[in-house]
């Protein structure tokens, strides 16, 4: 197993450009999900998904979009790029909750994203 | 709404030592899961332990342990025998649990932990 793939591992952006970043897992996970992180700041919940086609906002949604149209993929589009969102983006997955109990959540390796 | 206070940005500790990284949180939930993250230079996010709410024991792996007062809503961790490749960023996380739609992570702005020979 690849476990959670992303692509590109770096990416530089000017203004107003838009890009995709690319998330994939190999594990047919339910849940996936879409973070930033920032200097001095822990992860921020960008966008998730509970299954293919479900997708929902996190903490900080504003410029991002997401669709989810197979189990695997879940890509994140920045529509038109800002240096505010110059960040590291890291995408997870899990299990769905089973019996209430958690599913371990894995991480891809992170998206250096910067927009000039 | 839930927040994750890490008050240390940085901490240093001589190999072979223990080390305890201290974690607070707020929240008004009775459930829930708490977790340590590791992230070393090469940026992967690395699961190092995890607390149930519910358990009243604490949670131990190898050299790795917390005390998780709950009252308190604390969560620290302490890292004993510190070797070199202890180094790196830990961050605290904080976890809904289920049965909501979706398990949402919140995590602390975290601490660079520097293991010197």
């Known amino acids: 197993n690849a476990g959670v793939t992303q692509t590109p591992k770096f990416q530089v952006l000017k203004t107003g450009q838009s890009m995709t970043l690319q998330c994939a897992q190999d594990m047919n996970h339910e849940y996936m999900s879409w973070y930033r992180q920032d200097p001095g700041m822990g992860l921020r919940l960008i966008h998730y998904?509970?299954?293919?086609?479900?997708?929902d906002q996190g903490e900080v949604p504003n410029g991002y979009n997401v669709s989810r149209s197979t189990t695997e993929d879940f890509p994140l589009r920045l529509l038109s790029a800002a240096p505010s969102q110059t960040s590291v983006y890291f995408c997870?997955?899990?299990?769905?909750?089973?019996?209430?109990?958690?599913?371990?959540?894995?991480f891809g390796p992170g998206t250096r994203l910067t927009v000039l | 709404a839930q927040t994750v206070t890490q008050s240390q940005p940085e901490m240093s500790v001589q190999e072979a030592e223990t080390v305890t990284l201290s974690c607070t949180y707020d929240?008004?939930?009775?459930?829930?899961?708490l977790f340590w993250y590791k992230q070393p230079p090469s940026r992967q996010m690395i699961l190092v332990i995890r607390q149930e709410a519910y358990k009243q024991q604490n949670a131990t792996e190898n050299r790795f342990s917390v005390n998780f007062q709950k009252a308190a809503k604390s969560f620290s961790l302490k890292i004993s025998d510190s070797q070199l490749g202890d180094t790196a960023m830990y961050f605290c996380?904080?976890?809904?649990?289920?049965?909501?739609?979706?398990?949402?992570?919140?995590f602390g702005s975290g601490t660079k932990l520097n293991v010197k020979p």
């Open positions: 929240t008004s939930e009775s459930n829930y899961y």
């Open positions: 998904s509970v299954g293919a086609g479900i997708t």
């Open positions: 997870a997955s899990s299990s769905a909750p089973t019996g209430g109990r958690y599913n371990e959540q894995f």
């Open positions: 996380a904080f976890m809904t649990r289920p049965p909501y739609n979706f398990n949402k992570f919140y």
